[in-house]
């Protein structure tokens, strides 16, 4: 059968020999992809709070996505050794921001999927809310060099500010911890 010609354009180059049957009977291109080693990620961060006179704002970071593209994100990172995801949402927060912070609620778990070069990774990821208990925002300390600056974002702003739609949503929750509860953080 011959490779057809889309309008306009030039023949499609399609070695026929390479499709293989789906049980839909279309072909594919190439050989079935291999399945990819499933690997568990658990990491913990969340929101710090500090109360100023001109209200509420939370410690976020900026990074640079795979493609080069600033992102704002929520402090977080993996656990270490025996760390429990609360020991590892303090640390966290303070290496990326700078700001050391007291658990006072868990917001809630972010659970998504994503593919690496070699792998699927099934990564977990618990949320809290934390009080500022002091330090000078920065990204200077975080030691995988992956926040490239820390900022004080007001509350309100969050959900607008944040670059992830699961993080927009947890900011969102924080909004309605805080105003049921307003000196969970004062």
Known sequence: MPVPVPPGGHPLKVDPARLSARPDGHGTV????PSLPVVEETSAGGLVIDTT????????IVRRNRAGRLEWC??????????????????????????????????????????????RVHKVVHHFLLRSEGGVISADGDPDREAEDA????????PRRLSYPNEQRLAVTAQQVLARNPGIVG
């Open 30 to 33: 190439g050989p079935p992809a």
């Open 53 to 60: 006179d001109e209200g509420m704002r939370a410690a976020v």
């Open 74 to 119: 929520l402090p977080k990172g993996h656990l270490e050794g025996e760390e429990t995801p609360a020991e590892a949402a303090v640390r966290e927060i303070r290496e990326e921001t700078g700001i050391r912070g007291t658990i006072r609620a868990e917001l809630g778990i972010i659970d998504y999927w994503f593919s690496g070069e070699d792998r």
């Open 151 to 158: 900022l004080w974002v007001a509350v309100s702003e969050l």
